[in-house]
C-alpha cells in the first residue's frame, strides 16, 4: 500500500482514493469558478486547471501566468478544494507559495534544477511522466525531488508516445501496477492527456481504477468546443458526472 498525503485535509494514497478534475487551463473568472462547483458535485475533491503552460508550440495560448494562479486561488477559497497548477521555471516558485499541489508537466519531467529547488519545498509535488521516459527515469526524477528533503510527491501516468496515432498517446495501464511494486509513492493516472478524445476518457478511466491508481485527474470544460486548450479531450461536467458515478463503482468492486 502506498504512504498517505495529506493535503489540506484530502487524504491521497493509502488506500483512500481521489479524484482530481478541472479544465486543461484557467480562462476566466467564471469558467473555472463554474467548473469547480459542478465537478466538487459530482466527487472530485482537488481542482486542477493551469495557468502556467508548456505548451509544444510558442504560438498557441501559454495560459494567464500569475492572474491564472490569483484566479485558482480565489476559487479555492470560495469552493473550499485543494488546487493542483503546473510549474514551469523555478523562478516562479514564490507564486506557488498558496498553491496546494505543484504539477511538474510531463515536459519537464527531467528539467532536474526544477525538481531539485520542489525537493527543497514542503509542497506536495504531482510528477508527471515523460512521454518517452521509463519507469525507471520517473522514478529517478521523483528522487531528485525527495533527495532534496521533500518526500511528498504523487506520481502520475498520462500515456508515452508509441507507433499509434489514433489517440495522442498510448496509456501505459500496466505503470500502475509496475509503481505499486516499485515505490510507496501513490500513483494517479490520467486517461484525458493519454487519449486525446473524449469519447476514450470514460473506459480509460474505469480501466485506471481498476488497475488500482491511488487517483485519477479528468479535464473537464463547460464548453469543450471553445476551450483554449485541449477541447477535444475535454469531458462537459455531465460527462464527468456520468465517469465519476462509474468509477467509484469499480473502486467499490475491488477494494
Ligand atoms: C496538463 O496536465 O494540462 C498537461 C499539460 O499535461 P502533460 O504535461 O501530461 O502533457
Ligand atoms: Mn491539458
Redesign the pocket.
Known amino acids: 500500500m502506498s504512504k498517505v498525503l495529506d493535503v489540506n485535509g484530502i487524504k491521497i494514497g493509502g488506500g483512500n482514493f481521489t479524484l482530481i478534475a478541472g479544465p486543461?487551463?484557467v480562462e476566466s473568472e467564471e469558467q473555472i469558478l463554474t467548473i469547480a462547483q459542478s465537478v466538487r458535485e459530482s466527487g472530485a475533491s482537488i481542482l486542477?486547471g493551469?495557468a502556467f503552460?508548456?505548451r509544444t508550440s510558442p504560438y498557441d495560448f501559454q495560459g494567464m501566468g500569475r492572474e491564472g494562479i490569483e484566479l485558482l486561488l480565489k476559487t479555492k477559497e470560495a469552493t473550499d478544494m485543494p488546487v493542483v497548477t503546473?510549474i514551469v521555471s523555478k523562478e516562479h516558485l514564490p507564486l506557488f507559495d498558496d498553491v496546494d499541489i505543484i504539477?511538474v508537466?510531463?515536459?519537464?519531467m527531467q528539467n532536474f534544477e526544477l525538481l531539485r529547488a520542489l525537493g527543497r519545498t514542503d509542497k506536495v509535488i504531482l510528477l508527471?511522466?515523460g512521454?518517452s521516459n521509463t519507469l525507471r527515469e520517473l522514478l529517478m526524477s521523483a528522487e531528485y525531488i525527495t533527495s532534496e528533503g521533500n518526500d511528498k510527491v504523487i506520481l502520475?501516468e498520462?500515456?508515452i508516445r508509441t507507433f499509434e496515432s489514433y489517440t495522442r498517446f498510448t496509456l501505459d495501464l500496466s505503470s500502475v501496477a509496475a509503481l505499486k511494486e516499485l515505490t510507496d509513492l501513490p500513483v494517479v493516472v490520467?486517461p484525458?492527456?493519454a487519449a486525446g478524445r473524449a469519447s476514450l476518457v470514460e473506459p480509460m478511466a474505469l480501466a485506471a481504477a481498476a488497475a488500482g491508481a491511488d487517483g485519477i485527474?479528468i479535464?473537464v470544460h463547460n464548453d469543450p468546443k471553445n476551450a483554449l486548450?485541449?477541447g477535444a479531450q475535454a469531458l462537459t461536467p455531465d460527462q464527468f458526472d456520468e465517469v465519476a458515478r462509474k468509477i467509484m463503482k469499480i473502486r467499490e468492486a475491488i477494494v
Open positions: 486543461c487551463t486542477r493551469g503552460k508548456g503546473e504539477q508537466g510531463a515536459r519537464n508527471k511522466r512521454m502520475c498520462r500515456g490520467d484525458s492527456h485527474m479535464e486548450c485541449d
